[in-house]
């Protein structure tokens, strides 16, 4: 049910976003023919009118190679701003998620490991998920395991941090920390599916 949930709101999500990237890369795709066809007709009045010499051509020319960076500059802009919409609609609907089953589930994969088996933590959560912390050590039972909650800062955006007393071990299971991570392996696919690159 969560996985159809999360596929469906990714499924939105880039829906909404192709649909967001189409009309902005049209336009930017249009800017973009404005002053690559302005350069060629200066290119072509000039070369009507004086006849110039090879080195004037050449910069007329180098006026269309400016012409075109500066097109595909604007369409790399108006790929990017896509891509940041997207991101920070994730981001929001991060928000909506079940926050107590989460840090339910990230406490437990964090501590369930070799990692953390006879060492005693500090868990770090945000202020506003305390209780659900406090809630998950005891349903858990680690108790005893948990020497001390803090709190994260916002740009956490929620999850944990599991960290050892002495600072040895640490798991980041924040979703700004798992964002960054799937960002980095999907965002290519991701702007493949949007750009068609």
């Given at each position: 049910?969560?996985?159809?949930?999360?596929?469906?709101?990714?499924?939105?999500?880039?829906?909404?976003?192709?649909?967001?990237?189409?009309?902005?890369?049209?336009?930017?795709?249009?800017?973009?023919?404005?002053?690559?066809?302005?350069?060629?007709?200066?290119?072509?009045?000039?070369?009507?009118?004086?006849?110039?010499?090879?080195?004037?051509?050449?910069?007329?020319?180098?006026?269309?190679?400016?012409?075109?960076?500066?097109?595909?500059?604007?369409?790399?802009?108006?790929?990017?701003?896509?891509?940041?919409?997207?991101?920070?609609?994730?981001?929001?609907?991060?928000?909506?998620?079940?926050?107590?089953?989460?840090?339910?589930?990230?406490?437990?994969?964090?501590?369930?490991?070799?990692?953390?088996?006879?060492v005693q933590v500090i868990?770090?959560?945000?202020?506003?998920?305390?209780?659900?912390?406090?809630?998950?050590?005891?349903?858990?039972?680690?108790?005893?395991?948990?020497?001390?909650?803090?709190?994260?800062?916002?740009?956490?955006?929620?999850?944990?941090?599991?960290?050892?007393?002495?600072?040895?071990?640490r798991v980041d299971n924040?979703?700004?920390?798992?964002?960054e991570r799937i960002l980095?392996?999907?965002?290519?696919?991701?702007?493949?599916?949007?750009?068609?690159?």
């Amino acid at each position: 049910m969560k996985s159809e949930r999360v596929s469906a709101l990714r499924e939105e999500i880039l829906k909404r976003a192709k649909e967001e990237a189409s009309k902005i890369i049209e336009a930017a795709e249009s800017r973009a023919r404005e002053i690559i066809d302005r350069a060629i007709k200066k290119k072509e009045n000039e070369i009507k009118e004086a006849k110039k010499r090879l080195e004037e051509e050449l910069g007329v020319e180098a006026a269309i190679v400016e012409a075109k960076r500066r097109a595909r500059i604007i369409i790399a802009e108006a790929k990017n701003k896509v891509l940041q919409k997207l991101i920070e609609a994730i981001k929001q609907e991060l928000a909506s998620i079940n926050r107590e089953e989460s840090i339910k589930h990230l406490l437990k994969e964090a501590l369930n490991t070799k990692l953390f088996e006879e060492v005693q933590v500090i868990v770090r959560a945000l202020p506003e998920d305390e209780a659900y912390v406090k809630e998950a050590i005891k349903e858990l039972n680690i108790e005893s395991k948990v020497m001390r909650i803090e709190h994260l800062r916002p740009e956490a955006l929620g999850g944990v941090i599991i960290e050892s007393i002495d600072g040895s071990l640490r798991v980041d299971n924040t979703y700004a920390r798992r964002l960054e991570r799937i960002l980095r392996i999907e965002l290519p696919r991701i702007s493949r599916e949007l750009f068609g690159e």
